[in-house]
Every structure is written in structure tokens, then in C-alpha cells.
């Protein structure tokens, strides 16, 4: 049996093991969901752009940190 890699599994032995640690890091508070500012819903809310975040229920968009939206 082999090691939980998680998202970072797909790079394999390459890029070094605390780059594909921070990445997972990064990457797994950016696909979690997240709530809503406005109308406080949770998973509703997906990223645009880089730092621009939408809800899909209320439509309200706002910008906010690359990979979190607040």
C-alpha cells in the first residue's frame, strides 16, 4: 500500500516534497467550500478569477484573495 498523496498525487516524485505540500495546502482550501458573505450560504460560492469570487445563489461578486475568497 502506498502513501495518501491527495491532490498533490498527481506530480508524482517531481517538484520536491514540501512544494507538492504547500500546493496541496493551497489548493485544498481553494476547493473547499466556502460561505457566502452576503446571503451565508455554503457551496454556493466559486472563483471566477484570480481573487474574484461569485455566489451562485444571490449573484453578488466580490473580490477576494486568490485562492480563498475573504
Not at 48 to 63: F, R
Request: positive net charge.
Amino acid at each position: 500500500m502506498g502513501k495518501v498523496t491527495g491532490i498533490a498525487g498527481r506530480f508524482g516524485a517531481r517538484y520536491g516534497s514540501s512544494v507538492r505540500k504547500k500546493w496541496k495546502e493551497i489548493m485544498e482550501k481553494r476547493y473547499q467550500d466556502h460561505q457566502c458573505p452576503v446571503c451565508k450560504t455554503t457551496g454556493k460560492v466559486v472563483r471566477i478569477a484570480s481573487g474574484v469570487w461569485y455566489c451562485k445563489k444571490c449573484g453578488a461578486k466580490w473580490a477576494g484573495l486568490a485562492y480563498t475568497p475573504y
